[in-house]
């Protein structure tokens, strides 16, 4: 990974693995504490997920 919680407030990109495979999402990282991040997307929709479900990750420049 090479995002961390210090990225709270950054452009980030996440894949993630979901039981049907794999999900990416674009947003800014709102929060990542006890082991879940939440990312919101453009849309306003607020995705959480754990942590350990990432596969990898990056802030995306501006």
């Known amino acids: 990974m090479s995002i961390s919680a210090e990225d709270v407030g950054r452009k980030v990109t996440v894949r993630r ?3 049907e495979g794999f999900r990416d999402v674009v947003g800014i ?3 990542w504490s006890d082991g879940t991040l939440a990312v ?5 929709t607020l995705v959480e997920f754990p942590e ?3 596969v990898a990750a990056k802030v995306v420049p501006s």
């Not at 919101?40 to 306003?44: A, C, I």
């Open 17 to 19: 693995q979901v039981p």
């Open 52 to 54: 350990n479900t990432m």
């Open 40 to 44: 919101r997307k453009r849309d306003g």
């Open 29 to 31: 990282l709102e929060a």
